[in-house]
């Protein structure tokens, strides 16, 4: 188990940008993967990206191009940066570590607002 602060979260106006970090309480170098997810108003939480401990990314359509996670394990910190935010991007956003399918461990969420 480990567990995550999130941070970097904010107001914005639409195209500009933020970046999110998340610090884990322990080494991410032996979890499967890290991910970012986020959950819109009144709808469910979603996958915005993910990469492994191998360093391969994923990210979720709408993230192309404008969003990029990376990590720094020495710091045991995983990072989402977003540009040209969108008001449809609004939510909170949450890190995740992926142990397995069915066994993650979450943060507590920073929430992003864009403004139109």
């Known amino acids: 188990q480990v567990q995550l602060v999130e941070s970097g979260g904010g107001l914005v106006q639409a195209g500009g940008s933020l970046r999110l970090s998340c610090t884990a309480s322990r080494s991410i170098l032996s979890i499967n993967a890290m991910g970012w997810y986020r959950q819109p108003p009144g709808k469910r939480r979603e996958l915005v990206a993910a990469?492994?401990?191998?360093?391969?990314?994923n990210y979720e359509d709408f993230a192309k191009g404008r969003f990029t996670i990376s990590r720094d394990n020495a710091k045991n910190t995983v990072y989402l940066q977003m540009n040209n935010l969108e008001p449809e991007d609004t939510g909170v956003y949450y890190c995740?570590?992926?142990?397995?399918?069915?066994?993650?461990?979450w943060g507590q969420g920073t929430q992003v607002t864009v403004s139109s």
């Open positions: 995740a570590a992926l142990h397995t399918l069915v066994n993650i461990d």
């Open positions: 990469i492994t401990s191998g360093g391969h990314t």
